[in-house]
């Protein structure tokens, strides 16, 4: 049976829906109010989550989020007294399994239940997304939606469609797809559609014979050919010669195809995965990219959100990007100022994670031997934008000294110690959430020393119980 959390100041859900839940065997946990509702916390402990949509000064798309976010997340269904289409998009695009407008009756609220308990099982929950943990970094529940569809194309042998703007690890998720899939001892065979000359495109994708054209003295094997029995990359899809995109498809429908010059046909076994961070469907209605070679690229697809649409990553982002710069410059792993991550935070990132890689890259350049990165150490323009943030939103000085905490004007060496010790404990808490509180990966991925990361979890505890004084 399952585990039911209900979020919902409904009467009739409270008495009659509940009454049925648990007369079928499920065990119920109930949230009708404010004070109740931080039960959510515990509904990673679910299977199955009803959300309301009316709940006072609670979003209810706030609601599923949080409960999207959660290590091991139940399947969302959204209930609500109103027929509006665009939050029922909104619900979906956030994560939700189902959205449901009331009244409904108890029946097929339980044959809802049934199918998403089922759906869950055969998803093998989370451990379906673990093998796409270290494609990208973050908690963001859209992002999990993402790597839980990414998870899911790699059990199967579908076409794969990546899109996101640039930056944002379309390749990475190509990649994990691969490695996670039957395929993954086969090669990966990456071809970047927007390098690829027009004259020449065909020749590249599916090889030539000796003296199909001027230049060609000997028979070359193809871009497709090479990937049997691997996977097929094709970044940028959209910048896919429209010429090319007709024999693509034929060979996709057939999974074969004809060298240039050549009599006869060939096969190749390979998996199809597509990124693009073109609007397809804008360019089909303007014949630039063929309909029905996107539909068949849409089988599965993986919408990446941008990095400005999950800035509750950065931090984590920020830990993690830091810590591969230190292992692959061999040089000592610097902290990052609370000023340092808000001013992350308060940067739009059009370049997306790609961008953010490169000004921290920067920052540890222009901080020299410092241990602490501070804003005065990331490039001009994202200090231009903290500063505009901060001049504009005063409280964001206090922020960085705690919560209920004034600017003291004391000396710089103690200043710096104080941000010194706060970039610590955001550090340790970071790497310990982002590894699951697993002491031994967060020791891997830090670069230090166990006992200098026990002694820094040690003071931050000692901080902690302090604060709570």
């Given at each position: 049976?399952?585990?039911?959390?209900?979020?919902?100041?409904?009467?009739?859900?409270?008495?009659?829906?509940?009454?049925?839940?648990?007369?079928?065997?499920?065990?119920?946990?109930?949230?009708?109010?404010?004070?109740?509702?931080?039960?959510?916390?515990?509904?990673?402990?679910?299977?199955?989550?009803?959300?309301?949509?009316?709940?006072?000064?609670?979003?209810?798309?706030?609601?599923?989020?949080?409960?999207?976010?959660?290590?091991?997340?139940?399947?969302?269904?959204?209930?609500?007294?109103?027929?509006?289409?665009?939050?029922?998009?909104?619900?979906?695009?956030?994560?939700?399994?189902?959205?449901?407008?009331?009244?409904?009756?108890?029946?097929?609220?339980?044959?809802?239940?049934?199918?998403?308990?089922?759906?869950?099982?055969?998803?093998?929950?989370?451990?379906?997304?673990?093998?796409?943990?270290?494609?990208?970094?973050?908690?963001?529940?859209?992002?999990?939606?993402?790597?839980?569809?990414?998870?899911?194309?790699?059990?199967?042998?579908?076409?794969?469609?990546?899109?996101?703007?640039?930056?944002?690890?379309?390749?990475?998720?190509?990649?994990?797809?691969?490695?996670?899939?039957?395929?993954?001892?086969?090669?990966?065979?990456?071809?970047?559609?927007?390098?690829?000359?027009?004259?020449?495109?065909?020749?590249?994708?599916?090889?030539?014979?000796?003296?199909?054209?001027?230049?060609?003295?000997?028979?070359?094997?193809?871009?497709?050919?090479?990937?049997?029995?691997?996977?097929?990359?094709?970044?940028?899809?959209?910048?896919?010669?429209?010429?090319?995109?007709?024999?693509?498809?034929?060979?996709?429908?057939?999974r074969r195809y004809r060298p240039v010059g050549a009599q006869r046909e060939e096969k190749s076994d390979f998996r199809l995965i597509a990124a693009t961070n073109r609007d397809l469907e804008m360019m089909t209605r303007e014949g630039g990219f063929r309909s029905d070679l996107l539909f068949r690229?849409?089988?599965?697809?993986?919408?990446?959100?941008?990095?400005?649409?999950?800035?509750?990553?950065?931090?984590?982002?920020?830990?993690?990007?830091?810590?591969?710069?230190?292992?692959?410059?061999?040089?000592?792993?610097?902290?990052?100022?609370?000023?340092?991550?808000?001013?992350?935070?308060?940067?739009?990132?059009?370049?997306?994670?790609?961008?953010?890689?490169?000004?921290?890259?920067?920052?540890?350049?222009?901080?020299?031997?410092?241990?602490?990165?501070?804003?005065?150490?990331?490039?001009?323009?994202?200090?231009?934008?903290?500063?505009?943030?901060?001049?504009?939103?005063?409280?964001?000085?206090?922020?960085?000294?705690?919560?209920?905490?004034?600017?003291?004007?004391?000396?710089?060496?103690?200043?710096?110690?104080?941000?010194?010790?706060?970039?610590?404990?955001?550090?340790?808490?970071?790497?310990?959430?982002?590894?699951?509180?697993?002491?031994?990966?967060?020791?891997?991925?830090?670069?230090?020393?166990?006992?200098?990361?026990?002694?820094?979890?040690?003071?931050?505890?000692?901080?902690?119980?302090?604060?709570?004084?």
């Open positions: 049976m399952a585990k039911v959390f209900i979020i919902d100041r409904d009467p009739e859900m409270q008495g009659g829906f509940r009454q049925s839940l648990e007369q079928a065997g499920h065990s119920v946990v109930w949230a009708s109010d404010r004070s109740t509702l931080d039960q959510a916390r515990l509904a990673h402990r679910c299977d199955v989550a009803f959300v309301g949509s009316e709940f006072g000064d609670a979003s209810s798309l706030d609601i599923l989020n949080a409960l999207r976010c959660q290590p091991s997340p139940p399947e969302v269904l959204m209930l609500s007294s109103t027929a509006d289409p665009d939050l029922a998009e909104a619900a979906l695009r956030a994560g939700a399994w189902d959205f449901v407008v009331k009244p409904c009756s108890t029946e097929r609220l339980l044959r809802l239940l049934d199918r998403a308990v089922s759906s869950r099982l055969q998803s093998g929950d989370d451990r379906v997304i673990q093998p796409m943990q270290s494609a990208l970094v973050g908690s963001d529940p859209r992002l999990m939606y993402c790597l839980r569809q990414a998870a899911l194309a790699a059990q199967s042998m579908n076409e794969v469609l990546v899109m996101g703007e640039t930056g944002t690890g379309k390749d990475l998720v190509a990649r994990a797809v691969h490695n996670a899939s039957k395929r993954k001892n086969g090669p990966f065979v990456i071809v970047d559609c927007a390098a690829l000359p027009g004259n020449l495109a065909e020749s590249l994708l599916f090889g030539h014979v000796r003296g199909a054209f001027t230049g060609a003295e000997s028979s070359q094997q193809g871009l497709v050919a090479q990937a049997n029995g691997g996977t097929l990359f094709l970044d940028e899809v959209g910048e896919l010669p429209i010429a090319v995109q007709s024999k693509f498809l034929r060979v996709l429908q057939t690229l849409k089988t599965v697809h993986v919408d990446l959100p941008p990095l400005r649409e999950r800035k509750g990553d950065i931090s984590a982002l920020a830990v993690h990007l830091l810590s591969r710069h230190a292992r692959e410059s061999s040089q000592q792993l610097k902290g990052a100022s609370p000023e340092f991550l808000q001013a992350l935070s308060s940067y739009g990132w059009p370049g997306n994670v790609r961008e953010l890689k490169h000004a921290l890259e920067a920052a540890c350049l222009a901080a020299g031997d410092a241990p602490t990165l501070l804003p005065h150490h990331l490039p001009f323009e994202l200090r231009v934008c903290y500063t505009r943030d901060v001049v504009g939103r005063p409280e964001l000085c206090q922020k960085c000294f705690g919560e209920n905490q004034k600017f003291e004007p004391v000396t710089w060496a103690e200043y710096r110690k104080r941000a010194v010790k706060t970039a610590e404990a955001e550090y340790v808490l970071g790497v310990l959430e982002h590894t699951g509180q697993n002491v031994k990966k967060a020791i891997s991925l830090s670069g230090l020393k166990t006992a200098r990361f026990y002694e820094l979890m040690k003071s931050v505890k000692k901080r902690k119980k302090k604060e709570k004084f």
